[in-house]
């Protein structure tokens, strides 16, 4: 995974617990207190032992922190250097998750070695959004779910989200508390 994740997880966590914790948890994990660089590449093992090193720390299961770091990384995202990416994405939910592969593309063109999920969105006859979410990752629907969540809050909804598997995707279900109004 890229950087970008990291530096969102080693804030997340000092949020969490402070700087001095995050030095110790850093160094167990054998990533030091770097600055990760957003677009550098880092090794998928080191992310999950960093990701299983913080669930552990703050006493969350795996799932449980995945959950809240996706709806920390929409945060993470808006407020930094991300934020221009993602406001251009779009002005409400449907449209921002309908340009989701191609603010990927855009990043896949700076960093051409990245390994990036694929989404596709239909909507249903309730008002109900489907997300179909594509990855050679297993294992972060918990994260998906969170950043679900986060864009719901980004964009002043609320409401639920289910997901089930379908073949070689997960197809997560929104179901708005809003739907009736927005469709």
């Not at 914790?21 to 770097?34: D, N, P, T």
């Not at 550098?40 to 799932?63: P, S, W």
């Not at 994405?89 to 998750?97: C, I, K, R």
């Not at 598997?165 to 469709?183: L, T, W």
């Amino acid at each position: 995974m890229y950087g970008m994740i990291h530096k969102a997880a080693r804030e997340f966590t000092i949020d969490k617990i402070g700087d001095d914790a995050w030095a110790k948890l850093a160094a167990e994990c054998e990533v030091g207190s770097e600055h990760f660089i957003s677009g550098q590449h880092y090794c998928d093992d080191m992310t999950f032992r960093l990701i299983g090193k913080i669930a552990a720390v703050l006493n969350l299961t795996t799932e449980q922190l995945l959950l809240a770091f996706g709806r920390y990384w929409i945060k993470f995202a808006s407020e930094g250097a991300y934020a221009p990416a993602l406001d251009m994405a779009g002005d409400d939910l449907e449209t921002f998750l309908s340009n989701l592969d191609r603010m990927h593309a855009s990043i896949k063109s700076t960093m051409p070695d990245a390994v990036l999920p694929s989404f596709s969105v239909s909507k249903a006859a309730d008002g109900q959004i489907n997300v179909t979410y594509r990855s050679p990752r297993k294992g972060l629907e918990p994260f998906v779910t969170g950043l679900l969540q986060g864009l719901l809050a980004r964009f002043n909804e609320t409401g639920t989200i289910s997901n089930a598997p379908a073949g070689d995707a997960v197809v997560f279900h929104i179901k708005r508390a809003s739907a009736s109004r927005v469709a």
